[in-house]
């Protein structure tokens, strides 16, 4: 996979004007948060007769999905829509109660925030979690901030892969999505940025084994820091080249 990363850094920003704003997902790009819902997720799985392999093949289904996708995608599991609801509630009070522990942050993320804020970069953050989990959670790991807004699932006319919350993040800052830049994990979420017409560059994290990355015409980063420095923004030594 270095390989392949380091082939498209190389092209990266080549030609491109420095993007006016920066739009960031949260889980799973600034956040390591997936891993504490899969976490918790797989635990409360046990009890329904699902083994360790089952539980995380049902999680990964629910990776970058709105919370009424995610609902119909645990009823699947589940078996109805109200023990889908008691699942989700269950899973959010854990992912909660670990969150307020601790907040862990994806490689190279607060040392590139910082030195964007230090360039007076605009930043905001675009999530399918709800705005007061979502601002309480960046609050929590001192990144909260760094970002003029917050869009959240729960504030958006359409949630991702709909193009909805990126070109409404855009529209909050007065720009067209086209001089915005955009940074995501998922699936779901890059095809939100690039249809909106963000530059986007996706930095994948937890995904089903063997599945390839969509093929939507972005950008591939194994970092933070790494995804802007192929744009040009950023350089320096701090950037990795391979999965920390």
Known sequence: MA???????QWAGQGMERPEAF?????G?????????????????????FDHAQAEAHFMTLVGNSGPEG???IAAFAGSRERAVAFNDAMHAGVKAALEAHVPLRPMVREALAALARQGARMAVVTSTHGANARRHLAHSGL??????????????ANKPDPAPYLQAAEFFGMDPRHCAAFED???GTTSAVTAGCHTTQIPDLRPIGQALPNLGQRVAPNLWAA????????????SL???
Request: proline share 3%; net charge negative.
């Open 228 to 239: 802007l420095e192929g744009l040009g923004v950023l350089k320096g030594s701090e950037s």
């Open 186 to 188: 998922s699936d779901p």
């Open 23 to 27: 739009l960031f997902d949260m889980d």
């Open 29 to 49: 790009l600034l956040l390591d948060s997936e891993r504490v819902y899969r976490d918790v997720a797989i635990e409360l799985m046990r009890p329904m007769g």
């Open 144 to 157: 909260l901030d760094h970002f003029e807004f917050v869009v959240a699932g729960d504030e958006v006319r």
């Open 242 to 244: 391979t999965q920390s």
């Open 71 to 73: 609902l119909r995608r």
């Open 3 to 9: 390989l392949t990363i380091q082939s498209n850094l």
